[in-house]
């Protein structure tokens, strides 16, 4: 959608602040006016605006996205990456299986004593480590080392209700949430680090190999079965419990999707055959671009980030940048009026000091005063304020969180509307289940909110009673542990 004209008082304004020759700064000291917060607001709430022709035209873009996606590699912004996990979970799955999670700073171990059909869940614990920053930055083999080692410290205290039978390997699904090009079920390749990690000597390689090196390396006897996305986990893991999850969503700090695709729709599968006609793919739907109503607020946050042009719907609706959005919103609203006084604008000008948790508190600030969203304002971003102004900086909160879920929302309904198209009415026509997980959806009501207004309002009452968008706790962990089970290299359950 085109960025909306200012209005003409702004228009006028920005000339009259603008004389040429005269640095911005100064000028907009000098023309501090306390009714230029609210003229901001207005312009960004009207460029943020996402009514329904605007929702529409997103789903519509993913789903054609997707689909030429899927024809070639390169063939659209998402890379709809195949994840070789061609059978899921059924409930059957016996035995004893570990997980791996690496996908931020911290490592999650967990294992599992899977009781087929009527046990289920027997027993499971799981620990989680967090990697020491130097390691981010070390080398691949250090970090491995770690991570086995980890592993192995936890693997001793196997025991109760743990059993293994003699001559069995142990195995593990292994959730790896970086890029990787996916070569079978259990290799792939990591085409590059994300997420602060800069560790050395593993960006081409096969990060299963350098886990089984690891391992070698501590004296580990286990076998990775399953190399997994985490939103491929999160998927195995609630399609355990549920049999109608057919895509899994993960907000938290980045932004993915994945879901259960025909093979035959898959034009570039090519080579690889899936036993059961179904396979699961990747969409890394964070790259998706087409009709997002971006803002100048946006266009500055990407050219200044350490990706820029990439990754635009993640930078709109994912919990790494929400906060960083309204902060240089507030910037801009201190800048050009008195909006925080003669507050000190040092602090609220350091990128990301303000973060979504920070955004989600204010917004669930119900008393009077708005105290908690003075505190906020206070103490992260360094800036007094009156309550007028609270309450200009709770409509920024609003308007950037509501385009951010309400787009999610699109999205989640592009995927829907594409497996829809393909199977004749078999995922709106029945019950279809979408697990969500991540800790911007986990913890952001308002967020929630507006992501599953906006699948309503592009469904229609009456389809979406048969949509359940519903939160599937650390099912990431279970998911790759079940993945382990069901690409077992032992033929019987025991
Ligand atoms: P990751 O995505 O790094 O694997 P999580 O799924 O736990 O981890 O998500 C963490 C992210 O969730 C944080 O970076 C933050 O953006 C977002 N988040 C965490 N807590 C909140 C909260 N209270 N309100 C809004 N967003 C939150
Ligand atoms: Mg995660």
């Known amino acids: 959608m085109p960025a909306t004209a200012s209005p003409p008082a702004l228009r006028s304004l920005r000339v009259s602040r603008l004389p040429v020759g005269i640095p911005r700064r100064s000028v907009a000291v000098r023309c501090k006016v306390a009714s230029f917060a609210p003229t901001i607001l207005t312009k960004l709430q009207k460029e943020c605006a996402t009514p329904l022709p605007v929702l529409r035209h997103v789903a519509d873009a993913m789903a054609a996205d997707m689909r030429a996606g899927l024809a070639a590699d390169g063939g659209s ?44 869940v027997i027993a499971s614990e799981f620990e989680q480590v967090s990697i020491p920053e130097e390691l981010m930055f070390g080398t691949s083999e250090e970090l491995f080392d770690f991570i086995a080692s980890g592993l192995a410290k936890f693997a001793e205290k196997e025991g109760g209700k743990y059993h293994l039978p003699h001559g069995r390997k142990r195995e593990i699904g292994f959730t790896f949430s970086f890029p990787v090009r996916q070569t079978s079920i259990d290799s792939g390749i990591l085409i590059k680090w994300t997420k602060g990690f800069a560790v050395s000597g593993t960006a081409g390689k096969d990060v299963v190999a350098c886990l089984n090196e690891g391992m070698e390396r501590q004296g580990l006897d286990m076998r990775v079965s399953a190399l997994v996305n985490d939103t491929v986990g999160t998927l195995a893991g609630a399609r355990y419990w549920d049999d109608d999850v057919m895509v899994a969503v993960i907000l938290g700090t980045g932004t993915n999707a994945c879901y259960v695709e025909c093979a035959d729709a898959i034009p570039k599968l090519q080579s690889h055959n899936s036993s059961s006609g179904r396979t699961i793919i990747n969409t890394e739907w964070g790259a998706f671009s087409t009709g997002i109503p971006l803002t100048q607020f946006d266009r500055d946050m990407d050219a200044e980030s350490i990706n820029p042009g990439e990754q635009i719907f993640e ?70 304020s009156d309550l007028n102004a609270r309450k200009i900086v709770l409509e920024v909160c609003d308007t950037i969180a509501k385009r951010g879920g309400r787009l999610a929302g699109a999205g989640i309904v592009g995927i829907l509307q594409k497996m829809d198209e393909d199977t004749q009415g078999q995922i709106y026509g029945k019950r279809t289940v979408v697990a969500m997980d991540g800790g911007l959806y986990e913890n952001y009501p308002q967020y929630r909110r507006y992501l599953k207004d906006a699948v309503t309002e592009l469904l229609g009452s009456e389809i979406s009673k048969n949509i359940i968008i519903e939160h599937t706790k650390d099912g990431s962990g279970i998911g790759a542990a079940l993945l382990a089970a069901s690409n077992s290299k032992y033929e019987h359950d025991f």
């Open 77 to 120: 912004d998402l890379q709809m990456i195949l994840s070789f996990v061609d059978s899921l979970p059924t409930g059957n799955e016996k035995g004893l299986f570990y997980a791996l999670d690496l996908g931020g700073t911290n490592f999650r171990v967990l294992r599992v004593q899977l009781g087929g059909k009527d046990e289920r």
């Open 315 to 384: 930078k709109t609706i994912s919990g790494m940048y929400l906060g960083e959005i309204v902060r240089r919103v507030l910037l801009k609203m201190a800048e050009a009026s008195d909006l925080f006084g003669e507050s000190n604008l040092e602090k609220l000008s350091t990128q990301f000091v303000l973060r979504t948790p920070h955004v989600c508190a204010m917004q669930q600030d119900n008393s009077e005063e708005l105290e908690a969203v003075e505190a906020i304002l206070q103490d992260v971003a360094g800036v007094k």
